[in-house]
């Protein structure tokens, strides 16, 4: 038997593609590389471009290898994107062990529920919430208990089935032992939050470019998931609008001279910038900057709120606060609209705020909340381990099986059914 390279995480966005790989550890997981890149081919959640994409793609995982000292397997891939592609639902599954007298509840048993749960082709994950013995006991982990019959209350991730096959068809022809896509909202929050939050009720906010993801935790798993298409785009855009100047430009007036709480920005503070049209330099006041930046981000936050408000419904809901990440997260002030905006407490989330020490290694990028969501793959792939085997459907004759073992893979496994089946489609494409 043969040690798996490690794990490759990919978040396609519209904006960057981010890239990371890691190895296991005792305690946890050590990033030995990771990458950004532009990301082209990718507009609003949706593959534009496949042959650009892939490029993106294609250079992200290069940037990888290039940091190693010495080349090693890319491993299994965990794939996530910025896009309105992802579901949830919560369901009941049950499971008879004996008709006659009860008996220890196997790890096996626990595994098989998840298998069956996990069954339909569009669902990419499932998370076990409780599970119920005869008594009516509600525990966490039935292991080694005694019953005649359990029954699991899971949550369902799910995604398009088109969208899935088209992520599957950009990762061909990489050398990976298994593929599997994961919901962006779980990955970003579990980058962020602590248990202590999870279990008590949280809500966690990812603002990326094009869109703003919202998810609320209970009890320690996700009870929630609302994605608006608007995110860091449009504040740029408006910032670009309003002053005449390059995108780019508006990026860097955002990000380094403005505070969304305006009113405590100087009248009098200026910032030098170049006209867009006659490319003549020009002063622009930083708290005109911030006022423009505030206006669209508390719509965007507003907005982002109408959705959360449904999950008050649930009487049992009561969230301690907001965790707001993504890269959105790094514009000056965003946690204090937040919370304004939401009327709750809120902070600003990174893998060094979340008191996690799971993972190791990328120290530079740890309390950059762009990045959450990489650290997030790792912390979540530490507690869950890869999800139950998957078989996603490429074509009308032919599967593609992206099953993982958690630490090792055969050594022969290059001359079975997933070779003879990965060269096949090759040849398709």
């Not at 496949?50 to 793609?57: D, F, N, T």
């Not at 959360?308 to 301690?320: H, I, S």
């Amino acid at each position: 038997m043969a040690k798996i390279g490690g794990i490759t995480v990919v978040d396609v966005g519209s904006y960057n593609i981010k890239a990371a790989f890691g190895v296991r550890v005792s305690d946890g997981f050590k990033i030995l590389s990771y990458s950004t890149v532009k990301s082209n081919g990718f507009s609003s959640g949706k593959i534009v471009d496949a042959v650009g994409l892939k490029a993106s793609i294609g250079e992200a995982l290069g940037e990888l290898q290039s940091q190693m000292t010495k080349k090693m397997p890319f491993g299994d891939l965990m794939v996530t994107s910025s896009s309105d592609v992802f579901g949830m639902k919560r369901i009941k599954i049950e499971k008879t062990l004996s008709k006659d007298k009860p008996e220890p509840i196997k790890e096996s048993h626990v595994r098989d529920m998840r298998f069956e749960a996990g069954k339909k082709e569009n669902v990419i994950d499932v998370i076990p919430v409780s599970y119920t013995l005869d008594d009516g006991r509600t525990v966490i982990n039935p292991v080694s208990m005694m019953s005649t019959k359990i029954v699991a209350d899971v949550i369902l991730v799910e995604i398009d089935e088109a969208v899935q096959d088209e992520f599957l068809n950009l990762f061909e022809g990489y050398d990976f032992t298994s593929m599997s896509i994961a919901h962006p909202g779980i990955f970003a929050a579990e980058g962020v939050l602590n248990e202590s939050e999870k279990d008590r009720g949280i809500v966690c906010l990812e603002m990326g470019y094009n869109t703003t993801k919202i998810i609320s935790y209970a009890k320690g798993v996700p009870v929630d998931f609302h994605i608006v298409p608007l995110g860091v785009y449009n504040i740029v855009k408006d910032i670009a609008t309003v002053f005449k100047v390059s995108y780019s430009e508006a990026e860097r007036l955002l990000f380094y001279h403005s505070n969304l709480n305006y009113e405590n920005v100087k009248e009098e503070e200026v910032v030098e910038t170049t006209d867009f049209d006659d490319k003549t330099k020009k002063s622009v006041k930083k708290r005109s900057v911030s006022l423009a930046a505030y206006a669209r981000t508390r719509e965007i936050l507003s907005i982002a709120r109408r959705s959360f408000v449904q999950t008050l419904n649930d009487p049992t809901f009561n969230p301690v606060g907001l965790v707001i990440t993504g890269g959105g997260a790094s514009i000056s002030g965003i946690a204090d609209i937040g919370s304004s905006t939401f009327n709750i407490t809120a902070r600003t989330g990174t893998y060094a705020s979340s008191n996690n020490v799971i993972v190791n290694g990328a120290e530079d990028i740890m309390a950059v909340p762009a990045y959450s969501l990489l650290f997030g793959a790792f912390v979540y792939l530490f507690r869950y381990g890869i999800n139950a085997r998957k078989t996603f459907k490429m074509s009308s004759t032919a599967k593609v099986s992206t099953s993982s073992n958690d630490e090792t893979v055969d050594e022969n496994s290059e001359n079975g059914i997933w070779k003879k089946v990965w060269e096949f489609l090759k040849k398709l494409v």
